[in-house]
C-alpha cells in the first residue's frame, strides 16, 4: 500500500466530485445537454478515482474490478459527447449518445459475464486489463469507448482555442491528454506515475472550466448592462 498513490487518488476523486457538482448545478440552472453529458462523465471519473483510492487501501476484489473496468474506459466517451454537444448540431450529438449508451450495454454484459483473473491482483501493481483473461471479449471494448471520445474531447478543445485564442481551452485540451497519457503509465507498472497524470489532468481541465464560465459571465454580464452615454452622465 503506497502512501503516495493513496493521497492522488483521493485527490483526483475530491476535485473530479467537485467539478461534476460545479457543472451539475450548471445543468440544473440552463439545461444545457453538454453539460448533462459532462456533469455524468465527470462522476463516473470520480467514481473511477474512488475505485483505484479503494483497491489501494484495501485490495482489489471481483465486485471493485467490474465496476471500475465498467467505467474507466467509456467515461472518456461520455466526456467526448458533452464536448460535441457543445459545438455540433444536437443530431451528431444524439448519434454519438446512441452509439455509446448501445456500446456500454454490450460492455456491461461482457463484463458481469466474463470471469476476472484475480492472480492478476498483486499489490503496488497496475492491473489494468490483466484482471479479464487471456483473449477475453471485454478488453476489446475500451479503444471504442477512449479512441472516439479522446478525440473529441482534445480535438474539440484544440479547435476551439484555435478559433477563439483563449487559454482556458488549452488547458481542458491538454488536460485531457494528460488524462489519456495515463493510459500508457500503465505499461510503466508505476501507479503513483498513473494516478499522477489522472490527477494533474482532471485539475487542468478544472481550471480551464473555471475560467471559462468567468470569461463567459463577464461577456453576459457586459451584455446586459446598459452603457453608459458618451461624455459621461448618470
Known amino acids: 500500500m503506497s502512501e503516495l498513490a493513496i493521497g492522488v487518488t483521493f485527490s483526483s476523486t475530491v476535485i473530479s466530485g467537485v467539478f461534476a457538482a460545479h457543472v451539475l448545478r450548471q445543468y440544473i440552472g440552463r439545461r444545457k445537454l453538454h453539460q448533462l ?58 448519434a454519438f449518445a446512441a452509439y455509446t449508451v448501445i456500446l456500454f ?12 483473473n484475480t492472480a492478476a491482483f498483486v499489490p503496488n501493481t497496475i492491473v489494468g486489463g490483466n484482471g479479464w483473461p487471456s483473449g477475453s471479449a471485454v478488453r476489446t471494448f475500451s479503444p471504442l469507448f477512449t479512441i472516439p471520445g479522446a478525440i ?22 491538454l488536460g485531457a491528454l494528460v488524462v489519456a497519457a495515463g493510459g500508457a503509465m500503465s505499461r510503466l507498472n508505476v501507479p503513483a506515475a498513473l494516478y499522477a497524470s489522472e490527477f494533474i489532468g482532471i485539475a487542468m481541465m478544472y481550471i480551464g472550466f473555471i475560467k471559462s464560465v468567468e470569461v463567459i459571465s463577464g461577456r453576459e454580464t457586459r451584455a446586459v448592462v446598459p452603457a453608459k452615454p458618451i461624455g459621461g452622465g448618470s
Do not use: C, H
Open 37 to 94: 453529458a459532462w456533469s455524468l462523465g465527470l462522476v463516473m471519473y470520480s467514481l473511477a478515482a474512488l475505485a483505484e483510492l479503494l483497491s489501494e487501501v484495501l485490495g482489489w476484489s471481483t465486485g471493485l474490478y467490474r465496476f471500475y473496468y465498467a467505467l474507466a474506459p467509456s467515461l472518456v466517451a461520455v466526456l467526448g459527447l458533452g464536448s460535441l454537444f457543445l459545438v455540433m448540431d444536437r443530431k451528431f450529438g444524439y
Open 105 to 116: 450495454a454490450a460492455f456491461l454484459y461482457v463484463i458481469m459475464t466474463t470471469d476476472v
Open 152 to 173: 473529441l474531447l482534445i480535438g474539440i478543445a484544440a479547435y476551439s482555442y484555435w478559433k477563439g485564442r483563449q487559454w482556458f481551452n488549452l488547458f481542458i485540451g
